[in-house]
């Protein structure tokens, strides 16, 4: 007997929502305040779903999946889904009044997170404020089914999440930062998994372990959610093998110190290949702005070999570097390599149809009678060829995308609008006051961008980790001091770059990367130094829609959060 078309369209519908269903798997993170104990005291912090560190995600390549965010604290919050690319949907990208406005106290709003080419580590955090000191987690997407890792499989995996701790609520600090002008307070601590370890009081006993087995080999992989701060890493008596950054694969490179900065995550292999014993893991500061005060503690974990023994007293800490040793930050970053396989092939851009210059700076604006606590009674500020951002009052990507003038400018200009020795030593004052703005840069749909982050010693010369939102890119070159527009691209990478997308630029020199833009949407680009980010050092890209319709801006969810 025949079937109906209602009922052939019936089986259709149901065959349709079941493959969704599949498809798309569901989280909840309620953002609330929850008390926390470090350092011998008890404070509220945010959290999602009363964890700190939060949850982690699970996914595999390729996946979507929809993560119903409530806010049931007193703040507005927006979370980030940090290097996921959100092809055609920047909706739910998360950072506040540059693709949404915030998720307002009391109210909810359901983020579809759609993964693509990304394999390896990322990590969710809040987009609002400085909320993300506590609001934050790791995400792990696997090969996709059927599918192995391009080395050995590890008998175990463990996130590392270094972050830091302030014994007064971070949004205190975040507000005596804006009412004095000048630098904030460094933190108290800095964590391991939540925990500042047993070199700070009160923390001892919850000192984050990680148990191993002679003869295995971990997987870590680790996430610098610090706010302030690159970080040192080590593993006592151990080297570890780096196998991936910023969720795309590399060519294995072993050290025995990483470095790692605010947004960047790198995958390393630990093989626990010593006598049984305790180790130290631990972090600490990478700092190189001259003058700028510091966190100048050490955490660490506790790397405990199973079986029976004596450990060791004291436990072996790791040799990390002087904490303004430029030189072992760059070593390490400069020899990241692509993995570029057949299976992870490359495609760098080679034919440019865009070259930018952006100078990245610390600026200062003048106050009345001096009266800020910036160098000389300025308050201190941020740019990006020489504009600091002002936030909009609505959201670029709505402005854009419903036609609303006067939100947004698309002026920014594309090379510095003031040539000078960006990195001498002694620079005129005059050049310190940037202007104020909101503007962004267009660039057609499948362009390609070759763009140099060019560093200053304006107010004080220090690494800055510039992080694209959108995209992954390739970090071709990099160099200390003036950017040779003849000489330095002669001395490109275009056969292994790394795929990141987040780079540290080095304390006065510079860095480019290249990346075709064939993601539409409005996407942020900025320093993922807290403090920077608040000054103004942020810009974005607004990517037009190419002719296909598959090349389009997907349409704005139901729910998104009113301004």
């Given amino acids: 007997m025949r079937a109906s078309n209602t009922q052939c369209l019936g089986f259709l519908l149901f065959l349709i929502g079941v493959l969704q269903c599949k498809a798309l798997a569901r989280y909840t993170f309620v953002v609330e305040e929850t008390p926390y104990k470090r350092l011998c005291s008890t404070k509220n912090i945010l959290t999602v779903n009363g964890q700190f560190p939060g949850p982690t995600l699970y996914v595999h390549k390729g996946d979507t999946i929809i993560v119903d965010v409530y806010n049931k604290a007193k703040y507005n919050i927006t979370i980030h889904w940090h290097g996921v690319k959100q092809p055609r949907y920047p909706w739910s990208d998360g950072p506040e009044y540059i693709t949404q406005c915030p998720i307002q106290p009391g109210a909810k709003f359901s983020q579809k997170v759609i993964f693509s080419m990304e394999e390896g580590t990322l990590w969710w955090h809040a987009h609002s404020d400085w909320s993300r000191a506590t609001v934050h987690g790791a995400i792990v997407i696997y090969p996709k089914k059927n599918s192995s890792y391009p080395f050995p499989k590890p008998d175990a995996e463990v996130p590392i999440i270094l972050g830091e701790w302030w014994k007064k609520p971070i949004m205190e600090v975040y507000h005596e930062m804006l009412r004095t002008g000048g630098d904030p307070n460094v933190s108290d601590a800095y964590t391991i998994n939540g925990q500042p370890g047993d070199l700070y009081p009160c923390s001892k006993q919850d000192t984050f372990k990680l148990r191993v087995e002679q003869g295995k080999t971990y997987l870590l992989r680790i996430i610098n959610a610090a706010m302030q701060d690159l970080l040192f890493f080590s593993i006592a008596n151990h080297s570890v093998t780096v196998v991936a950054t910023d969720a795309s694969y590399t060519k294995p490179l072993t050290r025995d110190i990483i470095t790692i900065s605010p947004g960047q995550t790198i995958d390393v292999l630990l093989k626990a290949n010593q006598n049984p014993d305790h180790y130290y893991m631990a972090a600490r500061v990478y700092s190189s702005a001259l003058g700028a005060a510091y966190d100048n503690t050490t955490t660490t974990a506790v790397v405990e070999y199973s079986g029976k023994y004596a450990p060791t007293s004291p436990t072996p800490l790791p040799q990390l570097p002087y904490y303004n040793d430029t030189s072992a930050s760059v070593n390490f970053t400069g020899s990241l390599r692509s993995l570029a396989s057949d299976e992870h092939p490359i495609d760098v851009p080679k034919n440019i149809t865009n070259h930018f210059i952006y100078t990245i700076s610390v600026n200062s604006f003048p106050c009345p009678n001096n009266s800020c606590a910036g160098p000389n ?73 070759d763009l140099v982050f060019q560093g200053t010693n304006l107010e004080a010369g220090t690494d800055h980790p510039m992080h694209l939102h959108g995209y992954s890119f390739y970090v071709v070159g990099w160099g200390f001091g003036n950017f040779d527009l003849k000489k330095d691209p002669l001395k490109y990478n275009l056969v292994d770059p790394p795929l990141q997308n987040t780079i540290a630029v080095p304390k006065n020199g510079w860095t480019t990367i290249r990346f075709r833009a064939d993601n539409p949407g409005v996407w942020f680009m900025h320093c993922h130094i807290e403090r920077h980010l608040t000054w103004g050092m942020d810009t974005a890209f607004i990517v037009r829609n190419g002719v296909p319709p598959n090349t389009h801006l997907l349409s704005p969810p139901p729910d998104m959060p009113p301004c």
């Fill in 377 to 449: 009674g300025t308050r201190l500020a941020a740019s990006v060829n020489n504009i600091s951002f002002t936030n909009p009052s609505i959201d670029i990507l709505q402005a854009y995308y419903y036609g609303i003038k006067g939100v947004f400018g698309t002026r920014l200009p594309s090379f510095p609008p003031y040539i000078f020795n960006f990195t001498a030593d002694d620079l005129p004052l005059d050049l310190e006051t940037p202007k104020r703005g909101t503007e962004a840069k267009v660039l057609k749909y499948n362009s390609t961008v």
